[in-house]
């Protein structure tokens, strides 16, 4: 019987017993999604399946679909089906683009995330922040990576690896060459037999690169990024997970244009900020001009940084907005299952008379 909190690597990060499964179904994990369908994992070989009707049902919260790092049950056929998503261990979720609430699920399963972003112009440490607040609650490490150390001064990336770990205290921290196989290797504390890692970052930021040299060959494309702002042009165009020799697993994701918050982020990575908003004078203090402030008194003084507090601010009344188009969400889902219950009710009361 295997540890509940061990991984197993020939199940591609399975921890614990294996389910009860009829003869007809198998437990895989979902390592790739197309518009065609999935592509999944049984420890054994990758395959093509289909999702089960209930999936694609009208309205169904795209959050309750498999998603790349899940572990599903596959139901044999031609072709193959999957019929169940297992209960997750955690997941890294951000909120889809539009005007409409939907939760869209980056990967499921994971133990590290690895924020990239390059020491060139991709180097932003507010995109990290968020990136950071949107890593809270996936229940994963996540890891700061800069990358293209081989493309600036030492100086430079000595500078901004300080100005990071400055507004990121105890993040783990790293600059590397994503094309140096050596350079990689501080990379291998993390990747153990059995945990899941997956790489964010923009386009650009040296993902794909970064997976063809832990994988020890090419199969991720890459191309260079523009020179005009060091930005790349979406390379990877799907989410993929990949069996490293190690034995850890390894999903590379697109970039990201858009990082929108859910709404359930508590926000921890500017718990400073919380603890010296706890120290004004007024418990509702806007941290403007009021007599006393703790918040206004550290960046006078130099111990918090003026941009980390605009970027607080600016995530906090973003979480708000999008808490309060959930909170709308779930009452409209409420209110359409009580009204479809009601329907249901008179119509079998019709049936009666």
């Known amino acids: 019987m295997q540890n509940e ?34 592509e999944v994992h049984d420890g054994t070989r990758t395959f093509n399946a289909q999702p089960a009707p209930r999936f694609l049902k009208r309205g169904l919260d795209p959050a309750e679909r498999p998603a790349v ?39 499921a399963n994971i133990d590290i995330v690895f924020v990239l972003m390059g020491l060139d112009g991709d180097f932003n440490p507010a995109r990290a922040e968020r990136y950071l607040a949107l890593t809270e609650g996936s229940g994963a490490q996540p890891v700061i990576v800069l990358t293209k150390l081989d493309k600036v001064e030492a100086a430079h990336a000595g500078e901004a690896s300080a100005q990071l770990a400055a507004r990121l205290p105890g993040v783990p921290l790293h600059a590397i060459n994503g094309k140096d196989a050596a350079s990689v290797t501080v990379l291998d504390r993390y990747l153990q037999p059995g945990i899941t890692a997956v790489l964010v970052g923009s386009s650009g930021a040296g993902k794909s690169t970064l997976t063809n040299t832990l994988l020890g060959e ?31 697993c390894l999903i ?21 900020i919380d603890a010296l908003a706890a120290r004004c004078r007024f418990t ?18 130099g111990e918090l940084d003026a941009g980390r507090f605009r970027n607080y601010l600016k995530l ?38």
């Open 218 to 248: 090419s199969r991720m494309t890459t191309r260079e990024v523009r020179a005009s702002d060091d930005r790349g042009r979406h390379t990877t165009t799907h989410r993929a997970l990949l069996l490293l020799s190690c034995g850890a």
């Open 69 to 107: 790092g899940d572990f599903v049950i596959v139901e044999s056929g031609s072709p193959p089906h999957i019929v169940e998503v297992l209960p997750r261990r955690g997941a890294l979720t951000r909120a889809a683009a539009g005007e409409r609430y939907t939760r869209q699920i980056i990967a």
């Open 5 to 38: 909190l061990q991984p197993d690597p020939g199940r591609f990060g399975w921890r614990g017993e294996l389910p009860a499964l009829a003869g007809a179904h198998c437990l895989a994990r979902v390592t790739a999604q197309h518009r065609a369908g999935y």
């Open 252 to 272: 590379d994701t697109p970039g990201m244009r858009e990082l929108k918050l859910t709404g359930e982020e508590e926000l921890d990575v500017f718990a400073d």
């Open 316 to 353: 906090r009344d973003e979480r708000e907005a999008q808490s309060d188009a959930l909170e709308a969400r779930l009452q409209r889902k409420g209110e359409s299952k009580a009204l479809s219950k009601g329907l249901r009710q008179l119509y079998r009361d019709r049936e009666r008379k």
């Open 284 to 301: 509702d203090c806007n941290h403007g001009n009021e007599p006393g402030c703790a918040v206004r008194a550290a960046i006078e003084s």
